[in-house]
């Protein structure tokens, strides 16, 4: 079969390469033409344009680049219509893919499948009203959002989450042992610090510094950053200067791994460090800090900012985020994790009931399967 899919980011070009694999798996006759990025192009297919060209996020970048975006809608459109696919596979990214989605549906009566639902349950639910009528099939990754859509009179299905396929598997595999990630990363023998702090620069910028000053409060710590993909060394390198911490690129599952404590940015980072059973607190700035919270409280659906926490659906860590984003706050939650047994382990202990409402690892698998046989003459 002819598989046509669309990532607009590098998250979606991961998952959308495990999705590819799967379906190989299923179809040996399988074709894809795909706008993603460099993960999809190994997998095998046409890439027809990489989400470097695509991803223009908030309001003063979208409109700045609106030529674009609309010359690229029109190609993107124009392409389907050529290559006239079995099924158009969408991957998040919705500002973009609902309107594929629209004339996909009505112009050329594909059927439209979705594949990692975008976050309407947090806000803009209004596009609700588009993926009824224009998606066929919506297969999520969040346990939670089975209910959601339910609410919506919209049925979904949950295929599993890829971050419990990832962590899984490099347990499997060969992980790294503590020994051999302290010599090969030059680390002391002190506990380590995981600093997580976040993926984009502007979060670095906002997170990093004050991560850094609370690390430097619990000096029989050996404070470590996961670097980000696609970010400098010397961009860290302003914001640690003489400070005695290491960074590491693309070791952040072993870091987690080996780490007693962790101050994470909020994303799919809180998930997986609980997967890995690492207490954590989930510290994220924003300017204008009550203005934040008033927004979240008064215009977002949703009750926390964490995917550990929305999971749970209870205060599993604290989410020091807007007006409770502070130095005092978060090394007072540092000194509860660390110096009260009973807390910490109670924290522990929720991530064993999240783990287990995540359910087991498989999901491109799962999902792939759900596809194929759904298209399967």
């Given at each position: 079969m002819?598989?046509?899919?669309?990532?607009?980011?590098?998250?979606?070009?991961?998952?959308?390469?495990?999705?590819?694999a799967a379906l190989k798996a299923k179809d040996p006759e399988a074709e894809f033409r795909f706008q993603g990025g460099d993960l999809m192009q190994a997998v095998g297919g046409t890439l027809?344009?990489?989400?470097?060209?695509?991803?223009?996020?908030?309001?003063?970048?979208?409109?700045?680049?609106?030529?674009?975006?609309?010359?690229?809608?029109?190609?993107?459109?124009?392409?389907?219509?050529?290559?006239?696919?079995?099924?158009v596979i969408l991957i998040d990214y919705p500002g973009f893919n609902l309107k594929i989605a629209k004339y996909v549906h009505r112009a050329l009566h594909l059927p439209v499948y979705y594949y990692i639902s975008p976050k309407i349950w947090a806000w803009k639910q209004y596009r609700i009203k588009d993926i009824r009528r224009y998606v066929d099939r919506m297969f999520c990754i969040l346990p939670f959002e089975v209910d959601f859509y339910e609410r919506m009179n919209y049925r979904v299905d949950y295929v599993g989450n890829p971050s419990v396929d990832s962590v899984a598997a490099y347990l499997a595999g060969a992980p790294v042992s503590e020994a051999t990630f302290r010599q090969t990363q030059q680390l002391t023998d002190k506990p380590l610090l995981a600093l997580l702090a976040g993926s984009r620069k502007q979060e670095i910028t906002d997170n990093l510094p004050t991560m850094l000053k609370v690390a430097a409060h619990y000096p029989e710590f050996q404070p470590v950053i996961a670097g980000a993909p696609g970010i400098d060394p010397a961009y860290y390198a302003q914001y640690i200067g003489e400070a005695p911490v290491r960074i590491v690129f693309n070791q952040t599952y072993p870091l987690l791994q080996h780490s007693r404590l962790a101050l994470v940015t909020s994303g799919t980072a809180t998930l997986e460090t609980s997967l890995f059973r690492v207490p954590q607190v989930v510290c994220y700035y924003t300017p204008i800090g009550k203005v934040v919270h008033f927004v979240f409280r008064h215009f977002f659906h949703i009750r926390f900012i964490s995917l550990v926490n929305l999971i749970a659906n209870r205060e599993v860590v604290?989410?020091?985020?807007?007006?409770?984003?502070?130095?005092?706050?978060?090394?007072?939650?540092?000194?509860?994790i660390l110096y009260e047994p009973a807390y910490r382990q109670q924290m522990l202990d929720q991530y064993d009931e999240v783990i287990r409402i995540l359910g087991a690892p498989g999901a491109s698998h799962h999902a792939a399967q759900q596809i194929y046989h759904s298209l399967k003459p």
């Open positions: 002819k598989y046509y899919l669309i990532a607009g980011e590098a998250s979606g070009d991961l998952h959308g390469s495990n999705l590819m027809v344009r990489h989400y470097r060209e695509m991803a223009y996020m908030g309001f003063i970048p979208v409109l700045l680049h609106l030529r674009t975006i609309l010359r690229n809608m029109r190609m993107c459109k124009d392409d389907i219509r050529r290559y006239r696919p079995d099924v604290q989410e020091l985020f807007g007006e409770r984003f502070s130095l005092d706050n978060i090394r007072r939650e540092v000194d509860r």
